[in-house]
T-cell receptor, first 112, second 113 residues
Framework: QQQVKQSPQSLIVQKGGISIINCAYE??????FPWYQQFPGKGPALLIA???DVSEKKEGRFTISFNKSAKQFSLHIMDSQPGDSATYFC???????????WGAGTKLIIKP | DTAVSQTPKYLVTQMGNDKSIKCEQN?????MYWYKQDSKKFLKIMFS???????INETVPNRFSPKSPDKAHLNLHINSLELGDSAVYFC????????????FGEGSWLTVV
């Protein structure tokens, strides 16, 4: 119930293409769904986050799509660039004094 | 100014040694964390402190002991290091324990030989 399942484990996309990373959760009490981006040699950094009262949130080329009934959320990167090559983590929490539950990460490589 | 800073960045040490990693945040946050990231990039929370009090203590060998002298600092001491302790250790902080926006340090690469 506490798990967040992330797929794929790795992804290679051509420059200019759309990168899609998916996450699924079981705990319906989760109410905060962030995505973190981690470049090699750095710590993860918050990229974009969504709460379940909306089905989509867009920030520049990055969009989170949220499907509450399916208990799934995904990250879409439009016009993917080599600089987007990184490891992406989805996560979920239920707020209050509950810890963030992390997905296993997706290594994204954008080929020039 | 680095928001979450940890030292050392790289640490190579022999099995059986004791080592410490220091962490400081200048964001004025109440909550600090230690995470371990293994070679497969999986992020595992180890400890969380809120206002110097231990909130989360995951299933971590008791060779690992966190110490928070004040809410801006959370150090990690590791006794009797083992080969399996080799990993990247990240310090992080957040405004409070609601989980919103966690700020990570750049990591400390620990190699046990």
């Amino acid at each position: 119930q506490q798990q967040v399942k992330q797929s794929p484990q790795s992804l290679i996309v051509q420059k200019g293409g759309i990168s899609i990373i998916n996450c699924a959760y079981e705990n319906t009490a989760f109410d905060y769904f962030p995505w973190y981006q981690q470049f090699p040699g750095k710590g993860p950094a918050l990229l974009i986050a969504i709460r379940p009262d909306v089905s989509e949130k867009k920030e520049g080329r990055f969009t989170i799509s949220f499907n509450k009934s399916a208990k799934q959320f995904s990250l879409h990167i439009m016009d993917s660039q080599p600089g987007d090559s990184a490891t992406y983590f989805c996560a979920a929490s239920r707020g209050g004094n509950y810890q963030l539950i992390w997905g296993a990460g997706t290594k994204l490589i954008i080929k020039p | 100014d680095t928001a979450v800073s940890q030292t050392p960045k790289y640490l190579v040490t022999q099995m059986g040694n004791d080592k410490s990693i220091k962490c400081e945040q200048n964001l004025g946050h109440d909550t600090m964390y230690w995470y371990k990231q293994d070679s497969k990039k999986f992020l595992k929370i180890m400890f969380s402190y809120n206002n110097k009090e231990l909130i989360i203590n995951e299933t971590v060998p008791n060779r690992f002991s966190p110490k928070s002298p004040d809410k801006a600092h959370l150090n990690l001491h590791i006794n009797s290091l083992e080969l399996g302790d080799s990993a990247v250790y990240f310090c992080a902080s957040s405004q409070d324990f609601s989980g919103n926006t966690i700020y990570f340090g750049e990591g400390s690469w620990l190699t046990v030989v």
